[in-house]
């Protein structure tokens, strides 16, 4: 009797411990994967900051290249006579001057026009001024809390 009342509680010790080991075990990966996953998080998450810086340092590069070919347009001009090169360089300059006395103009005399007409006038000269203005004028500085 002794006999079998020691072999099922060793039995019974036997399992005991595995079932303890394997809940014990059980929880120990859960925290693991938690760990892993949160690891995970902290890497897209760094990916997506890297992502955006050099899309921020594409955006300004691009930038850059497409003002250095607008300077460069009105530089070169090729193997023309010395007349036709000025009459290219005084192109944008003298536009600005023909928009800015336009919107001038307009200021004073738009209401002799028809209202529909008379404001679609106005705004695309407008914005045909302002877009000359800004880009001889235009801050060209780089934006804050960009780098």
Request: overall charge neutral.
């Given at each position: 009797?002794e006999?079998?009342i ?7 010790t ?12 059980f929880y ?17 998450k ?5 992502s ?8 300004a590069?691009?930038?850059?290249d497409?003002?250095?070919a ?7 001009t090729g193997?023309g ?5 000025n009459?290219?360089?005084?192109i944008?300059p003298?536009?600005?001057?023909v ?10 005399t738009?209401?002799?026009?028809d ?17 000359a203005v ?9 934006m804050?809390?960009?780098?």
């Amino acid at each position: 009797m002794e006999f079998l009342i020691s072999l099922l509680s060793g039995g019974a010790t036997g399992i005991l411990g595995t079932l303890i080991g394997r809940i014990v075990g059980f929880y120990e990966n859960k925290q693991k994967f938690q760990q892993e996953l949160k690891l995970l998080e902290l890497q897209a998450k760094i990916g997506a900051e890297e992502s955006e810086r050099e899309l921020a340092v594409a955006q300004a590069k691009a930038a850059a290249d497409l003002r250095i070919a607008s300077y460069q347009h009105d530089t070169e001009t090729g193997m023309g006579s010395q007349w036709v090169t000025n009459t290219l360089r005084l192109i944008r300059p003298a536009l600005t001057i023909v928009l800015v006395l336009a919107v001038i103009m307009l200021w004073f005399t738009a209401e002799q026009y028809d209202a529909d007409i008379r404001t679609q006038v106005v705004v695309a000269i407008i914005y045909l001024a302002t877009s000359a203005v800004t880009w001889w004028f235009g801050d060209r500085a780089p934006m804050p809390g960009k780098r």
